[in-house]
């Protein structure tokens, strides 16, 4: 079974651009999330989605993050303008019908804005 | 609120136990996870534990649950070098999956 995939896994951008991330859940989950993770931190979620509906977005700076899950399958994570603090892995999971059973991560993409 | 917390340091001797310990905050929590993450890895789930149990094991690991004192933790066995790494407790709160800063585990040869 394919696990998560995400891409880039490096991304290097300038503040005050713009950059997207995008992700594919495993198969058939139908639980999609995207954590934040600034270096010695733990995870912070940012926004849920169960299918292609938003379940939690209360930690995402919507000022200038979005994410969508296009026909509840694939996810695009975008930051415009990137700030100095937005450096972090961005890790995107999935999990099958709910929680459960645990969430299952990809390797994550890490953003450096300098 | 909603933090979840554990100690963020354990060092150990090889072939030692190590026990690593998470206080989570919501008494209704129906599942309780344990995570590893290693260097430039993304999390991998290690074992999960459902609230109506007090212990589970997996080989070498041991998840115990204290549901009254709304603490768990988890026990590895006879621990290796490849068990360096960054271990998370995770927790299902209000339907979000929560994290805790992590507790690196330095093995020692």
């Known amino acids: 079974e394919a696990g998560v995939a995400q891409s880039p896994r490096y991304k290097i951008i300038e503040k005050r651009q713009s950059v997207a991330f995008w992700c594919n859940p495993i198969?058939?989950?139908?639980?999609l999330y995207w954590y934040q993770q600034i270096l010695g931190q733990g995870p912070k979620l940012l926004i849920q989605f169960q299918n292609n509906g938003v379940v939690d977005d209360s930690q995402l700076p919507k000022d200038r993050f979005s994410a969508e899950r296009l026909k509840g399958v694939d996810s695009t994570l975008k930051i415009q303008p990137a700030k100095l603090e937005d450096s972090a892995v961005y890790l995107c999971?999935?999990?099958?019908?709910?929680?459960?059973?645990?969430?299952?991560f990809g390797q994550g993409t890490r953003l450096t804005v300098v | 609120g909603e933090d979840v917390e554990q100690s963020l340091f354990l060092s150990v001797r090889e072939g030692d136990s190590s026990v690593i310990n998470c206080t989570y905050t919501?008494?209704?929590?129906?599942?309780l996870y344990w995570y590893k993450q290693e260097p430039g890895a993304g999390l991998q789930l290690l074992t999960y534990i459902f609230s109506n149990m007090d212990m589970k094991q997996d080989q070498r690991l041991t998840v115990l649950l204290n549901k009254k004192d709304k603490h768990l933790s988890l026990r590895i066995a006879d621990t290796q070098t490849g068990d360096s790494a960054i271990y998370f407790c995770?927790?299902?709160?209000?339907?979000?999956?929560?994290f805790g800063q992590g507790t690196t585990l330095q093995v020692k040869p």
């Open positions: 995770a927790e299902i709160h209000t339907g979000k999956l929560i």
């Open positions: 999971a999935s999990s099958p019908e709910g929680t459960g059973l645990g969430a299952f």
């Open positions: 198969s058939g989950h139908a639980t």
């Open positions: 919501d008494s209704s929590s129906t599942y």
